[in-house]
Nanobody, 120 residues
């Protein structure tokens, strides 16, 4: 499985950004897709995930109501729409994929990350 994240950038607080992740090397609909982020000097943290058909989504409390995760099984992509961005959202954002019915971070495949910088 290969994951290619894109869409990061530099923007001001209050702005919006959409991250995308292209999936290849497997059957996309067999994977739960997730976004994590790692801010400078901090550990990686969960942001959001979405199940195989998009019917089940989860969010970290810190982004709930501001971020929206979605997927397109026809295009093998997962997206993260981010709104009302705050400086504390500054981080490298990683796309991850985990086969259905598996649990635990050890089962994730990881993309290379895309940097989001939010200035105040």
């Amino acid at each position: 499985v290969q994951l290619q994240a894109s869409g990061g950038g530099l923007l001001q607080a209050g702005g919006s950004l959409r991250l995308s992740c292209a999936f290849s090397g497997g059957t996309f609909s067999s994977y739960r897709m997730a976004w994590f982020r790692q801010a400078p000097g901090k550990e990686r943290e969960f942001v959001s995930d979405i199940n195989w058909d998009g019917e089940d989504t989860r969010y970290a409390d810190s982004v709930k109501g501001r971020f929206t995760v979605s997927r397109d099984n026809g295009k093998n992509t997962v997206s993260l729409q981010m709104q009302s961005l705050k400086p504390e959202d500054t981080a490298v954002y990683y796309c991850a994929a985990r086969r259905r019915f598996l649990v635990g971070d050890k089962h994730y495949y990881w993309g290379q990350g895309t940097l989001v910088t939010v200035s105040s």
